[in-house]
Each structure stands twice: as C-alpha cells, then as structure tokens.
C-alpha cells in the first residue's frame, strides 16, 4: 500500500502562486512515478504534471511553462509550484503515485485550490 497526502492548497487571486505538496508513504519502493491531476466543477479529472523517479517531466500543455513539478526522494515527497495563476485553473488537484502491479495507481485525497479574479 501506498498512502498519499496532499496539502498546499487553498485561494489566492489571479496571477498568484500556490506550492502543492504530496508526501508518500508505505510501500514508496514500488513508486515508478508521481503527479497531478486536476478535477474542475463540473468536469472529469485531466492530466497536469508528472515526474519519473529518473527526474523526467512532463506537463499538461495547459499548464506549462507556469507549473513546475519536481520531487525531494530524501522527503519522498513531490511538489507542483503552480505560478501565474488563472481563474480556469480552480480545481481540486490530486495527487498519483504509479506503481508496476495492482492496483497500478494510487491517489491522494485532492487540495482544493481556488483563484479569484
């Protein structure tokens, strides 16, 4: 079992920054890689960031160039440095962590991040 907690989120105005975090634990050896998604009212959950335990990313074309996702292993621990922000970025932003075998994906709780225009 992999367990995930999020927190960071919460309201900011347009053009502002947020800091997510998303602490592992468990079984954190299985981990292959962690993200984000995001889920906005009325809307299915989509694809924001991600990073391999290698290091490589990889964003949403939504959201690049103004998020940055990056991970401390020592903290085993993943960020998303969220700049720049806009009111169509107001979602609850969950946590991942991908793993080899069943059940192949785990997810956070979600943080709500609002942005007021």
């Known amino acids: 079992q992999v367990q995930l907690v999020e927190s960071g989120g919460g309201l900011v105005q347009a053009g502002g920054s947020l800091r997510l975090s998303c602490a592992a634990s468990g079984s954190i050896f299985r981990i292959n890689a962690m993200g984000w998604y995001r889920q906005a009212p009325g809307k299915q959950r989509e694809f924001a960031a991600a990073i391999t335990k290698s290091g490589n990313t990889a964003y949403a074309d939504s959201v690049k160039g103004r998020f940055t996702i990056s991970r401390d292993n020592a903290k085993n621990t993943v960020y998303l440095q969220m700049n720049s922000l806009k009111p169509e970025d107001i979602a609850v932003y969950y946590c991942?962590?991908?793993?080899?075998?069943?059940?192949?994906?785990?997810w956070g709780q979600g943080t709500q991040v609002t942005v007021s225009s």
């Open positions: 991942n962590a991908d793993v080899s075998n069943y059940p192949y994906r785990y």
